[in-house]
């Protein structure tokens, strides 16, 4: 039977209701196809955008605390409490290639990246102002889109993040575990992010802010789609499964769909970048519902559920564009919802399936600090813990001999006895036996066919002792040419030598003779004013000394260029 059910979790607050969910943080409700309580878990309090689900696990950032709660899902209890050296904002969960892969937002403004089947904890730079509010994986797994309060949104390459080895940090590249791109079109605090389903080229964020609007634009490229202007600030954000309408929540508890009533029903990637109000709007059933908080849609996109700060669930028609009915009550503010895949749809089978069965605490990543530590290799003490289980549908189909080893407790006896047959059988043969098969077979062999095969061995040694002497000549030519390339860098090195003393020679001389005209300029002064004392005339004693001067500056002259 096919049957749906979604995740909420709530903040705890100063009421204590006479309610069996006053002690409850997270729960699981199914509302397909009777509404009802399946399961509970105790001991949580969190803040929107502070809940992450995967297959096998349910991750819970404390409100106002460094530390996150771990779930069991098949078990149905409290796994592991892991503290963190900053408080968590928001967490995102990324598990369709890395295993379960947590990414929390801390206060500081930067990413903290948890291997939770290994262990491995990496930390990206602070690139945000202030602390990220939401954080979303797309459909790939390959990026990550952080949303701040300083109106900032960063996409991250979660492969590069996650890599052993990191580029090296110059002049023109970014540290490394830094964003890949930057979006500031807001100017407010982003409030909201959701990503569209395409696993191809191109995929659509939608994300709001406090600037009452919403912006749709695609994160690969960072071109604008569409700008959405919102009557108010929007709390909360949804796309549908097809990604054809967005829906957003408020803070006086209604829900719209920025989309106007008269548009065709396209993607959202095929709208140009124009400006949209919102016309569609569902009202809650009463004023005490409180603002919207998270906003989920179900498989088929006919039904838009919305957690409320009053504690309730509400469920939307969206082709009535109306209030359905309330499937929940958690009596503490509800901030989180997440909609589970339904259970029920036929899958294709596969021949293996790996679960992670246990949750490794998270220890930082000190492997680039190790100068020992070859980059882009995987450190020694790297080790990944999985649990590989038989596929759920074996009895469906014709089992294989792997598969029967993994659902015994041990090896079959009939596999055990094969393996014994063939190593017996390998062990008479023996290399004798396989020389005479294959002395026995070459003469059995045609002898045109024998003559074939000789004549293109001997085609290829011909070819192949072409090749060689044309290696031979191009390396003797590569040779002397080597040679006469150093012979003319020592060439050019004495030359440029030889330069390098003349111009040092003349400089002396340059020097020199500067010497010598500032020592004639003042022995003619001191000859002027020893003329003037005695009572001579000092400057005809000045115009004699500049004339003999001039002789001796000439015969010195001669000899320099001799």
Not at 258 to 279: D, E, F, K, V, Y
Not at 477 to 491: I, M
């Amino acid at each position: 039977m096919l049957s749906e059910s979604f995740v909420v979790s709530t903040l705890s607050s100063a009421k204590t209701p006479n309610s069996t969910l006053r002690d409850v943080g997270i729960s699981v409700h199914e509302f397909q196809p009777s509404p009802q309580l399946r399961s509970t878990f105790k001991k949580s309090s969190t803040t929107p955008n502070c809940l992450a689900v995967s297959p096998s696990h349910i991750f819970s950032a404390q409100a106002d605390k460094a530390v996150v709660h771990v779930y069991s899902r098949e078990k149905g209890n409290q796994e592991a409490l892991v503290p963190f050296p900053e408080r968590i904002r928001s967490i995102a969960v990324a598990g369709a290639k890395y295993g379960d892969v947590l990414i929390l937002g801390t206060e500081g403004g930067r990413l903290i990246l948890w291997e939770t089947c290994t262990g491995r904890q990496v930390a990206t730079t602070a690139s945000h102002l202030q602390p990220v509010t939401s954080l979303v994986v797309d459909p790939t797994s390959n990026f990550i889109l952080s949303g701040s309060s300083d109106a900032s949104i960063h996409v991250w390459s979660l492969p590069g993040i996650l890599s052993f080895s990191k580029p090296a940090l110059s002049r023109d590249r970014q540290p490394p575990n830094s964003p890949i791109r930057t979006f500031s079109n807001h100017r407010a605090a982003i409030t909201s992010l959701a990503l569209g389903h395409s696993h191809g080229r191109h995929n659509i964020v939608v994300s709001t802010a406090k600037d009452n609007t919403a912006i749709a634009w695609d994160y690969h490229t960072g071109n604008i789609l569409r700008t959405f202007l919102l009557p108010s600030s929007a709390t909360c954000v949804a796309l549908d499964p097809v990604d054809r309408a967005c829906y957003v929540g408020y803070e006086d508890g209604s829900v719209q769909s920025p989309i106007p009533s008269t548009s065709s029903p396209q993607l959202l990637l095929a709208i140009n970048a124009s400006s949209g109000i919102c016309r569609r709007s569902m009202a809650p059933p009463s004023a005490d519902s409180g603002a919207a908080n998270a906003l989920a849609l179900s498989y088929d996109g006919t039904i838009l559920f919305s957690a409320h700060e009053g504690g309730k669930v509400l469920s939307w028609n969206i082709a009535r564009r109306k209030f359905a009915s309330s499937i929940a009550d958690t009596t503490h503010p509800a901030t989180n919802l997440v909609v589970l895949p339904p259970n029920g749809l036929p899958h294709r089978s596969q021949e293996l399936k790996r679960t992670s069965h246990a949750i490794v605490k998270p220890r930082h990543d000190n492997s680039f600090a190790d100068p020992l530590h070859a980059p882009g290799a995987v450190p020694a003490a790297y080790s990944f813990h999985a649990h590989i289980i038989a596929p759920l549908d074996v009895s469906s189909r014709q089992p294989t001999q792997f598969s029967q080893a993994l659902t015994h407790a041990y090896f079959p006896d009939s596999m055990i006895e094969e393996g014994l047959a063939e190593l017996a059988t390998f062990g008479q043969t023996g290399v004798a036996d396989i020389s005479r098969v294959a002395h026995t077979t070459d003469i059995s062999m045609d002898t045109t066919t024998h003559d074939s095969q000789v004549a293109d061995l001997e085609a290829e040694i011909d070819l192949l002792k072409k090749k060689s002497a044309l290696n031979d000549t191009a390396r003797h030519v590569t040779t002397d040419e080597v040679v006469q390339l150093r012979s003319d860098v020592a060439r050019l090195q004495d030359y440029i030598n030889e330069l390098h003393e003349k111009q040092e020679a003349a400089q002396r001389d340059k020097v020199l003779r500067q010497a010598r005209k500032e020592e004639r300029e003042t022995k003619k002064r001191e000859a002027w004013f020893a003329a003037e004392k005695k009572g001579r005339n000092g400057d005809k004693l000045v115009q004699k000394m500049d004339v003999d001067d001039g002789a001796l500056t000439s015969d010195s002259d001669d000899q320099d260029s001799e």
